[in-house]
């Protein structure tokens, strides 16, 4: 059976890479479900957790902070090219550390009321709620 090769990087390193059956993304437009096959697309990511279904059906979760997915999909095979901005694996993240920042940035967010204190409030969510404890 087909697989998806699929690769996930940030500016600093290859965060994570390997064989799937499925990938869940959240684009800034909605959810897209990417399977063996897929035709092209590129689209534009949300800051959200990347879900990778193995090929064992292990889930490997993925935390992008916004960034492009990118699929090819040829006679050789579909691949997944995730460019984040900023990606880490749950294991990496410190939840405790971003839930003590949650507080901090709940008020900046509701003081300034600007997309980058929005921005940084919910990447803050998403580390304290995926992130490792």
Do not use: N
């Not at 990087?9 to 800034?28: F, N």
């Not at 699929?71 to 405790?96: F, N, Y």
């Amino acid at each position: 059976m087909p697989r998806l090769d699929v690769r996930v990087v940030a500016p600093e390193r290859e965060v994570w890479s390997g064989e799937a059956d499925l990938v869940v993304a959240k684009g800034t437009d909605g959810d897209v479900g990417i399977m063996p096959g897929h035709a092209p697309m590129l689209i534009s990511l949300a800051i959200h957790p990347l879900r990778v279904t193995q090929p064992d059906g292990a889930v490997q979760v993925v935390l992008v902070d916004g960034g492009f997915l990118h699929v090819t999909s040829t006679e050789e095979g579909t691949r997944i090219d995730v460019l984040a901005e900023h990606a880490a694996l749950p294991q990496e993240i410190d939840a405790s550390a971003a839930e003590a920042r949650l507080d901090e940035l709940r008020l900046r967010a509701e003081q300034q009321d600007d997309a980058e204190a929005q921005t940084a409030l919910a990447k803050a969510l998403m580390r304290a709620e995926h992130g490792a404890r």
